[in-house]
């Protein structure tokens, strides 16, 4: 037998782990009896026939952990649970947590690149596709605009609310370029040539009301818009600016010109007289260089007409230049026009004919110089003599093939039936001629007006 003192130093530990074993289970229970129902427990309480009332009196000490769906109450039911206990277990379930709210955004469609603002704050920019979508903006009432180069802005006031979705549709406008009055006049800084702006309009090409003297080519009249302005030079192009052209190029001055031995311009030393002897090519080349283009055969006669309906924009006299008034001694150019051709030329030669100084005559309407007269001026276009029955009714452009190209206007050597705006004279665009000239059109200046 053990002595007593030894017995309880060895009892002792068993004694203490038996006593932690009891508190820790009912440390367990006691924790089990506070954790809510679930779902099976409530079954197993009314299986275990425990009554409706009995099971809804501990649901309300314990509460439950379920919601009460409609297949969680056929399952309860089925174990014979009461309306009266399905109440109380509705009141005690837990509310379901609240799905998290759908963030409020504003989704913009517009240009693509377009910069979006919202209250002045950049916002982001639009998608190849044109479309930005705003999130998280504040409730509220904003302001919402949209910037792209070249564009109108566009703004409109854009309510936020939470979980909503606000669509704008933002289309944007091309910015008006500034109008001009037809007229206005600008110096180009390339050729130093004074060029009028001529505005868009609709008017009737070919021969005019009451012309006697039209040619099959100038019929018929018909319809044509120009549907977008252009600048166009205020006199033909002259010596003194082909000359920069030439300097800056490297171009080759063309021959002087000479009518049966005499030189109407000896050494180039009229600066202010028109370049003529010029080639298409030359011409077309000139152009681009000051940054025009020729003018098509409709816009010379938009042009020329500034308006007018008749065959000439004045009394000839007053206007231009031709066979009549561009020697020393005027001439019935009508009469001696019938003449043999060499006789013709000789009668013109021994008076003196030729071209004058720019600008000396009246102008027309648009402030243009010499549109009749003086020097015939090359267009853009080919020359077909049967266009005009099939040519389009908005910004003609001439045949798509052909072997010559188009003077317009007439010349010092004209007698007046050759010398009205409707009249159509063509060559060959690689021969030069003593009375052929041009004048350049086009954009020529930045910006461009409408």
């Not at 309860?76 to 109440?87: I, K, M, Q």
Request: overall charge neutral.
């Amino acid at each position: 037998m053990l002595p007593r003192r030894t017995f309880r130093r060895r009892i002792a530990p068993l004694v203490a782990l038996v006593l932690s074993v009891g508190f820790c289970a009912k440390n367990v229970r006691a924790q089990a009896a506070r954790q809510p129902y679930s779902k099976e427990a409530i079954i197993g309480l009314l299986r275990g026939e425990v009554s409706p009332q009995r099971v809804a009196v501990l649901a309300r000490q314990r509460g439950i952990d379920f919601e009460i769906t409609s297949e969680v109450e056929s399952d309860l039911r089925r174990a014979g649970a009461t309306d009266s206990l399905l109440a109380t277990l509705r009141e005690l379930a837990p509310t379901p947590p609240k799905p998290p709210e759908k963030p409020a955004e504003i989704v913009v469609q517009t240009s693509p690149g377009a910069e979006v603002y919202v209250d002045d704050q950049f916002a982001g920019r639009a998608s190849l596709q044109g479309r930005l979508v705003v999130r998280n903006p504040s409730p509220g009432d904003h302001t919402l605009r949209v910037s792209l180069a070249g564009k109108r802005d566009y703004e409109q006031p854009v309510k936020v609310t939470v979980g909503e979705t606000s669509s704008v549709q933002a289309a944007l406008a091309d910015v008006e370029k500034p109008k001009l009055a037809g007229g206005t006049v600008r110096e180009n800084p390339k050729d130093r040539l004074k060029y009028a702006w001529i505005p868009p309009g609709t008017f009737m090409m070919g021969c005019s009301p009451g012309d006697n003297e039209c040619l099959p080519e100038e019929k018929p009249a018909h319809q044509v818009t120009i549907t977008k302005g252009f600048w166009m030079g205020q006199t033909e192009v002259t010596v003194g600016a082909y000359k920069r052209f030439a300097a800056a190029t490297g171009r080759q001055m063309p021959p002087e010109p000479n009518v049966s031995g005499r030189l109407l311009n000896p050494g180039w030393g009229g600066d202010a007289m028109p370049i003529v002897d010029v080639t298409w090519d030359d011409a077309n080349a000139y152009c681009s260089w000051a940054g025009g283009r020729l003018p098509t055969e409709a816009e010379w006669e938009y042009a020329a007409r500034a308006g007018s309906t008749a065959a000439r924009y004045g009394d000839l006299d007053e206007i231009a230049w031709y066979a009549d008034n561009s020697g020393r001694e005027p001439l019935d150019s009508a009469t001696i026009a019938n003449e043999e051709g060499a006789i013709h030329e000789k009668r013109l030669n021994e008076n003196g004919n030729g071209m004058h100084e720019i600008g000396q005559k009246r102008a027309n309407g648009f402030g243009l110089y010499d549109m009749l007269g003086n020097v015939w001026e090359w267009v853009n276009d080919r020359y077909d003599q049967n266009y005009y029955q099939n040519s389009p009714s908005q910004d003609p452009t001439g045949p798509a093939s052909g072997q010559f190209r188009v003077l317009r206007g007439g010349s010092w050597g004209g007698d007046p039936r050759n010398v009205r705006v409707s009249v159509r004279f063509w060559y060959d665009p690689g021969v030069g001629n003593t009375d052929g000239g041009f004048r350049c059109g086009g954009e020529v200046f930045v910006p461009s007006y409408r």
